[in-house]
Nanobody, 123 residues
C-alpha cells in the first residue's frame, strides 16, 4: 500500500509559478513510476506528466510541455511538479499517482492516488 499526500497548491496570477510536491509513504518509492493528473469539475481527469523510477525519463502532455517540469527525489520519497508560466486553463485539482509500470500516461495503470491539491490561476 502506498499513501500519497500532495501539497503546494494555491492561488496565483497568470504568468506565475507554483511547485507542487507529493510525499509517498513507502519503503520502495524508487520502484514506482509517478505521475501527475489534473481534474476540473464536470471534466474527465487529464494526464499532465509522468516520471520513471530513476527520474531519467519523463513524458508531458502537449498542453504543459515547456512550462511544467516533473522530478523526483528518491532519497526523500517525493515527486515534484514545477509549474511555470501558468495560465487560467491550468486551474484544476492536481493529483499525484503511483504505478508499478516504469512510467506511463495511462490513467488506468496507476493503482495509488493522492487526494489532490487545488491550483487556481487568475487572469
Amino acid at each position: 500500500q502506498v499513501q500519497l499526500v500532495e501539497s503546494g497548491g494555491g492561488l496565483v496570477q497568470a504568468g506565475g509559478s507554483l511547485r507542487l510536491a507529493c510525499a509517498a509513504s513507502t519503503r520502495t518509492f524508487s520502484s514506482y513510476g509517478m505521475g501527475w493528473f489534473r481534474q476540473t469539475p464536470g471534466k474527465d481527469r487529464e494526464f499532465v506528466a509522468t516520471v520513471s523510477w530513476s527520474g531519467a525519463n519523463s513524458i508531458y502532455a502537449d498542453s504543459v510541455k515547456g512550462r511544467f517540469t516533473i522530478s523526483r527525489d528518491n532519497a526523500k520519497n517525493i515527486v515534484y511538479l514545477q509549474m511555470n508560466s501558468l495560465k487560467p486553463e491550468d486551474t484544476a485539482r492536481y493529483h499525484c499517482a503511483a504505478t508499478t509500470f516504469m512510467y506511463t500516461t495511462r490513467e488506468d495503470a496507476y493503482a495509488y492516488w493522492g487526494q489532490g491539491t487545488q491550483v487556481t490561476v487568475s487572469s
